[in-house]
């Protein structure tokens, strides 16, 4: 059994410390808060386990094998690096840090002390993106573009942008669910609150291939619209986070090409290009909670010595591209080559 | 009653003659195409009609007062100025001309000849857009962003890329519908067929206020989206051009502002900014054919030597865009100030 | 070629005018109607077709090989007879005919005569209904519950009710998609116009299988919904016409049963029926204007003496159901035996 | 503070205990259920409460003012007849009883005793249900209909039909939204299970005015569906249970009568009935959980002495109609006065 502290019982932490408290190969041990009542809720519900308000005594407590930290992201690295120190295995919720560097020395940590580092991009672990990889790696044909949009009211944060708050998310199933990674990006944003980071932004990332992709994020829209459009030159997938059931279609949908085609004037443009249309197709989704299914994987990685799928290498991409997209934004849109971006980080 | 030939019965033309031969204020003349089988098929339905494959006749034709012109872009320039210089008034397809220069020198020519420039943005004489003009006008408040999404499958076109086809009716619906002017624009986008034009692309437009403007545009998409978001201080639209009825929903929703709070820590942010929601109001939309509203307007700014609403000014205005927007996108995303773009051209 | 001639230019005649005279081995002689403004509508966009107000002049016209008949209700009886009676084949709207009595007259005139007599049950012949009738067929398994809502705001009749009027669409599609034949049946409704037929209908029909079907029709709706469930031991399907695409989804679900199971108290139920949930598919459908299919296959029974798929039985068969549904709807709900409709008819 | 007791802890038990545990004016005092498991779940998550499964223990606890009973349908009458007997104020779940007969010495008892008697009628007290009373008191006009539809895949039951299970949802909705009641229910369905009960229901309720109520149930349809039209001579409403936040949709459309027209043939029809179609309107809805307010409801009425909204009289009444339905549902569609079902009853 992996004895696991949960710090931070705020917006997410609660999820943490139930699934964590259900996993069957888990214990979970002590719940760490500044906050008071907080604390108070949590041994009402679960009146075994330990509370505190002081980390030390976490990082001090032998029954703790691991940490995970659900704190405001300023905190992850100071947190995670102490929780490392003290020979603890930790799982981050996303973004994993503030910065590459941050990221990075975290990931150097981990791998000097053989630690697991997992980084939460729950959105990875859900049926639908888990199926969507597959679809990319098994019939989906040359990869062409992927669009999303992830936009609602609310909820405004004050310390970063709408960027490190909802496209990490896009980021992060975008690293898991193509294997190519993007070579630069541009972005483009306002801030309508005076002083308060940008509220709606446009990211566009260039890979090295014909793919693009493009993410929309706002928390100023009318609407809650979560959906992710990908073509591929076989086949085309519409990924709704707010159906029900059916969350991934999948359409046999495209173009044909015909380049032999001798072709004068305007019949060039209809030799060349063909449609096809054919079924479309909802796959049935595995519905396990994401979060469960992840930290069952950080337990196993833990008694396995294994590296879990959302690693500290994947949580430090999105964080590279998440700060290089912050400085395009800054610029109104000019182009971040990301390799510039590692050698600057 | 004002006598109209129309240059190219292809995609739009028959909509053309169709409209402006049940139009009051006017009389379908001629129709003048280069394919004798377009010829032969309005002559069937419309016997009265003269028929020609040569526009110098038509130039030539005294009871010819206006032309309305839709053939394909890069003959828009070269047919409506020697339209134009045989006196006849002009209503020309969108875009009204491949660059800015021509555009210009349309503008001057009609100007100077005092004859009438009507460019034919469809989208803008709709019931939904004017309604969009009439709820940015009163009621929206500060205009924070317009967002546009129009996807579908096909038709791939080769001379011009997807901006110049799909991103033109969003420019000119946001011409219309907003006052102010933009500033600057940065286009991403991607062509997947070799030695194609672009067939999806991503424009973001800046002006002096904290408006931006964004546009997705996309040839290869597998499902049809035609969706416009536009956030106000003080209410938000969604234009959903697909809905057969309620194309416009109006929500009473958004943030509210305390500049004057005291705050400290975590609670900077939750006093600062909070949310509002009220009433969802679909209203009414006038259903008239956009087209006929346009040539009703068109024959009327002949008739009392007026302005129509989407005159040579609106085209050149759209198409300066389109021009900066192509320019930025070749270089991937580098903003394009607007008034650089005008100096320029 | 067979020459046909329409008779009645009002809702749905033009649409047959422009199928005729679009098809391969028809050639569209004449259209008759009383209205001269409607037959010179006609005239102008058909100038080669005779028009008439005058039906017996179209029963002596030698060219006339069959004809088509878009009149109200009322006259098709008297109109197909006539018809048939000067040996033409007879294309005619639906329903078919007033009564039971009328239609099993024509029936028998058209088998006497050895004419094709065709129903116009349009739907049938779509490329939606034609793939249900697969599904049906082949992957349902037994046929559980049919399940139509077809409502919208008007347009309200004043000769006959709702279910004449809308229903009769269901119940064609009805009797090609099933091949069991309903016994009996029971209706409910109500008119909310004094002295106006009943504007919103509910229909149940019994089979001898466990199959029940069930129609809801009402001209005053605030939404138009043309929506179908169909549910089969194996799988289930959802119709929705107002689908651009995707008009069918197929959803591989339902329960399984376990009629061996021991079983005392609360298990009993949990143990007899299972829940399964597989794949939604949504198959590419033919989008072939149906009338067009259908005047073809029309043509075709002409030129080989064979008949139509929604011939003259069909077209009866569901009279009689029209007719009985209304003597239960008379009754608020009292079954009426098909047979017993049989006898009395 | 009225101490309360929760008899029952299983599908819905859980949600009165939380809602209980943390409501302002209620102690929650015990919770009885026959199933230890279930009992030490309680346990673990309200330490402090009394857990039995005893349900003479509970009558006799002095500390137990009022008992909601949660348990299934058939043992309603047993427990809140005992409850009542101990003096006990009683919270009971819908359907309140299996019979009419049942329902009824339910009422008098309460009455008798002058103790509370609520009824679970959930849906009533949600934001939505609550506008749409508003809006067919104020606004909506002369009511012509009422129609709903609750389908979904399973759970079903094997003691009762899907009208005991789903259709009690609509009635007691009903039952609220309009005054007027019923004189007359007509109802048909299918079992596809052999010797379950229906699992597929249509239930028709006729009006002395010319309303008319129709409610669709069915365990075993491929997409879930909660949607009731609600048309008045003035407005139409859609509700739409399963929208996240426009659950509620006022149209302003309707028919427009003109009784005085004089009119001959076709004309009548033409000059009676027209059309108008205006704006929509989605009102904002109290999001409060219907449970709480329901509880809130029921603990004020113990202290004021006074008499819920969803109380035994509306519960009597919603088992009637359930009754009734049955037994038309035995016979095919055949029309059960409600007075001669009150008489048998």
Same mark, same amino acid.
């Given at each position: ?287 396990? #909670? *994401?979060?469960? /299914?992840? @930290?069952? +994987?950080?337990?196993?990685? &833990? =008694? ?18 998440? #700060? *290089?997209?912050? /400085?395009? @934004?800054? +610029?109104?849109?000019?182009? &971040? =080559? ?8």
């Amino acid at each position: 059994m992996i004895g696991i502290a949960v710090v931070g019982y705020g917006y997410w932490g609660p999820n943490l410390v139930r699934n964590i408290s259900e996993a069957a190969g888990a214990h979970l041990v002590s719940v760490c808060d500044l906050n008071v009542d907080r604390l108070a809720a949590v041994k009402s519900r679960y009146p075994a386990v330990t509370i505190t308000d002081d980390f030390e005594e976490v990082l001090r407590d032998p029954r703790v094998d691991a940490i995970a930290i659900a704190t405001p992201v300023f905190t992850h690295f100071k947190l995670a690096m102490q929780a490392m120190m003290a020979g603890k295995h930790v799982f981050v919720e996303k973004p994993m840090a503030s910065t590459t560097e941050e990221a990075s020395r975290m990931v150097e940590e981990a791998t000097r002390r053989r630690l697991v580092l997992a980084v939460d991009h729950t959105f990875v672990h859900t049926g639908a993106v888990r199926k969507m990889r597959e679809l990319v790696e098994n019939g989906l044909g040359d990869m062409y573009y992927y669009d999303s949009v992830r936009v609602n009211l609310g909820l405004f944060q004050h310390d970063v942008s709408v960027i490190w708050d909802l496209a990490v998310h896009d980021l992060s199933i975008l690293d898991h669910v193509v294997q190519e990674r993007p070579v630069a990006v541009s972005a483009t944003g306002m801030s309508h609150v005076l002083g308060e980071p940008e509220n709606i932004a446009y990211l566009t990332l260039f890979f090295e291939s014909k793919l693009i992709a493009h993410i929309h994020v706002n928390w100023l829209a009318p609407v809650k619209v979560r959906r992710t459009l990908i073509g591929g030159s076989n086949k085309m997938v519409v990924y709704d986070d707010l159906e029900p059931s059916e969350k991934i279609k999948v359409y046999d949908k495209g173009i044909t090409l015909n380049p032999n085609s001798q072709a004068y004037g305007e019949k060039v443009h209809q030799m060349m290009v063909g449609y096809r249309s054919g079924d479309m197709w909802a796959p049935k989704l595995d519905m396990t #909670e *994401a979060l469960k /299914r992840e @930290l069952d +994987q950080f337990v196993e990685c &833990i =008694e396995q010595n294994s590296r879990p799928i959302t690693d500290g290498h994947a949580g430090l991409r999105v964080v590279r591209i998440l #700060e *290089a997209a912050s /400085r395009s @934004l800054a +610029q109104r849109g000019r182009i &971040i =080559e990301l390799e510039e971006a590692r050698r600057i980080a």
